[in-house]
């Protein structure tokens, strides 16, 4: 779902070293823009218990310095930020994985660090039903170094599989969270998720990484389980959005571990752990899964998260579905990006009929995700595709938030470098 067009290496580590950099920006004078009224879903720039100092970088202006000539691009070169403060409109998507292993501790310090005000853990479960924070149960073999160790990597669905290139087969491997134990689990380290197809050794295979991405942040990516990113994310005084992934393993696992029981499991750790409701967004792409926490734990009803990733049709970007959904109890909808936005007659970025009828249907939005496509000079590639002609430069990329923010009214956007969004919240006085 990523451009082929990639950067030189070099220049974008040059770019996005804002994680190791602590400029300061100074402090946009202005009050609250249009739409932008205090409302407790709505990012805030008050500090938690716990939240160090947000440091930015200079990835937002070097984006604002991209951008074509606007009345929006006049605007941000005139913002001034002296003391940038984190902000819920600023949601960490597995962390800040465009430069550090995502789902790690690493990655997670990293985006609260740039501001963000919730952080996503993804939600997998071990053999031994423990649950986990990785993007998905079988990406063990792109995330981590499981391949390279060989007692691990024999207890994966699918072993490493060296290239044949005289056969002209790639590399081959599936190693799941259900493969192994939590103990083993632990024994793992994250990495950036890649993988070399031609590889003919466990050592090349866990290579890959795209070329305007880095390996400078990757020398360590401490992984951990969902109850280490609660106790974690409590001490840095962010909110949390578990997302319970789909499994690829059959359901009952093992017979008698049911969907039900993992959904359930994943926020009777927060209420163990002692976490205020009002500040856990559960996620699924499975409208059953929302459902099930509305009707049966309804502590988590307000901020239940419906994924929706099913192709727009007449009937999925209808007011009716839009109000069948409401209907039901759901209250917060989360499409990918291009499906809230369209051109309008002069080419200009507008919101999509989908997202006009989520809001009339009182649905609040979070949009996912900003910075996952690489460089933005062919047209974003999957999540910008309902705006593609729209898009030609990196800069692009904050015409994309203003319109979200503004015109579609989204209450968050993740992104994979929180600090671009940060930047943004904090000039705009989004409360």
Known sequence: MEPDMTPSALTLSLLLAGAASALTLPAFAGGPERGYEGDERRGEHRHERGHQPVQLGPRPQWLVDDMDDSPLKRRLQRCEVQKPRSSRFSIGHRGAPLQFP??????????????????????????????????????????????TIPELNAKCTQPFVPADPAAGTQAQAECRTSDITLAEFKQLEGKMDAFNPDATTPEQYVQ???????????????????????????????????????????????????????????????????????????????????????????????????????????DTASLAYMESLRAQGVKVLAPA?????????????????????????????????????????NGGGWYYQSITEAINNDGDMYEVVDVLARDVGVIGIFSDWPATVTWYANCMGIR
């Open 102 to 147: 995502e789902h790690t501790r690493e990655s997670y310090v990293a985006a609260a660090r740039m501001g963000a005000g919730i952080l996503e853990c993804d939600v997998a479960f071990t053999k031994d039903r423990q649950l986990v924070c990785r993007h998905a149960q079988n990406d063990l073999h792109t995330t981590t170094n499981i391949v």
């Open 208 to 314: 890959g990484t795209a070329d305007w991405r880095t390996d400078l942040y990757a020398s360590r990516g401490t992984l951990m389980t969902q109850q280490e990113s609660i106790d974690l994310f409590k001490s840095l005084g962010v909110q949390m959005t578990p997302e319970l992934k789909t499994p690829v393993v059959e359901m009952p696992f093992e017979g008698d571990y049911s969907q039900q029981d993992y959904a359930r499991q994943m926020l009777q750790e927060y209420l163990d752990a002692g976490v205020n409701p009002r500040k856990v967004w559960p996620q699924s792409f499975q409208l059953d899964d929302v459902l099930f926490w509305i009707n049966d734990m309804p502590d988590f009803a307000d901020q239940a998260v419906f994924l929706d990733e099913s192709p727009i049709t007449p």
């Open 337 to 377: 990006i291009w499906k809230m936005l369209t051109l309008n007659g002069r080419g200009d970025i507008v919101p999509s009929d989908y997202a006009e009828n989520a809001r009339a249907a009182g649905l609040d939005m979070i949009a996912w995700s900003l910075e996952r496509s690489g460089p933005l000079a």
